[in-house]
């Protein structure tokens, strides 16, 4: 433990240590605010052609109108397919003729076109939150059907059927839903996902996706003695076992320290409320740390040029950012994503939730990925420094 001691305090005399421990914290911050503000100004354009004109259409608009992230736009067949064609909206949702005359006999099929083109991104969720108001109409149109036949089985008059039917939509389709609506939307921008979400929830922030992406490129920048120092391990005056000791003493110091910026990172996110304060999110920034240090210390055992190494450290950190949807949700850019998000190391930080319940096995393989990443690195530099 003396090289691992040594280490710690000679990494810490440098003053590149205060890049590496404020850099991720401080440069998340700034990004996260800018990210953050520009989600908050963030509406969804969205086209509705009423063809039918009737109540329950207006209906279903109207409460459409009242989510805060869209901006709905009622115009013609012909102008909304201009707009989507110019690209001035996301997606367009057109009403069919005789769309009330269908919800009463409780048919939901068809009754609803969606147009989009190759640029639209958020159809699916406000697809999600139009399907949501229909499916609260017609819940309510065949409680208000089985009132009626009660009513007709006791020999009611057709005006007090009437009454009684509207009595009943009334109350299962306002009463019954207020003061919150069936479904509302929240468009996240930095956290992956397509699931409209509850409106009392907080916004979901891209701040712990950007931590992610930051400490890699440090994990690259602070792994870089393996390449620095390659020429001294020919040199060392020690046996062949001595060897392994430093290598892995010396990395479990980056990590070490590395892990410190981690704790301070979630102390400083959890006391602005930027995070919830859960442990098992400490514990899996912890898990994603390792992996990253492991990824740096392999790619420094292939790559002996240090200004390769930095340059790809970078691409590679990017890469992954992107395609974990640490940046932005690509999964709702390209659908083939949805299932592959999982499997990077950012979704340790993006869905820690989830990562133990629904996805063990991918967690499972990332710390696998992770152990065999440190292993090959030091098993590498022992075979090339025999060589």
Known sequence: MRIFFAKCKQ??????????????????????????????????????????????????????????RLAIIETTIEEADKMLERKEIDSVFVFKKNFQQQLLKEKREEIIEMKIAPSSIAYTIVREVIASEVTRITSSIKAANQVGQIYKQFGMERQEIKEAWNEAFAYSSIEQWEPQPLMTIDYMTGASSSQPVAEDEAIAKPYIGLWGFFTLIICFLQSDWMIKENMLFKRMKTTYQGLPSYLLQTSAAVFFLQAVQACGSFFLFTRLHIVEGESLLLFMMVLYLFFSIGLAIFSASVIHHIGSYYVFGVLISLIMAVFSGSLFPINEIVRDFQAWVSIFPQALLLKPNMMISEEIFKLLLIIAMAILLWGSSIWRLLKSDNN
């Open 11 to 68: 990494m810490i005399k440098k003053p590149s240590i205060l890049l590496f421990f404020l850099a991720p914290a401080v440069i998340t911050m700034l990004f996260g605010t800018l990210l953050e503000s520009q989600q908050e100004d963030l509406v969804i354009p969205i086209a509705i052609v009423d063809e039918d004109g009737s109540s329950l259409s207006s209906s279903i608009i109207n409460r459409v109108k009242e989510q805060k």
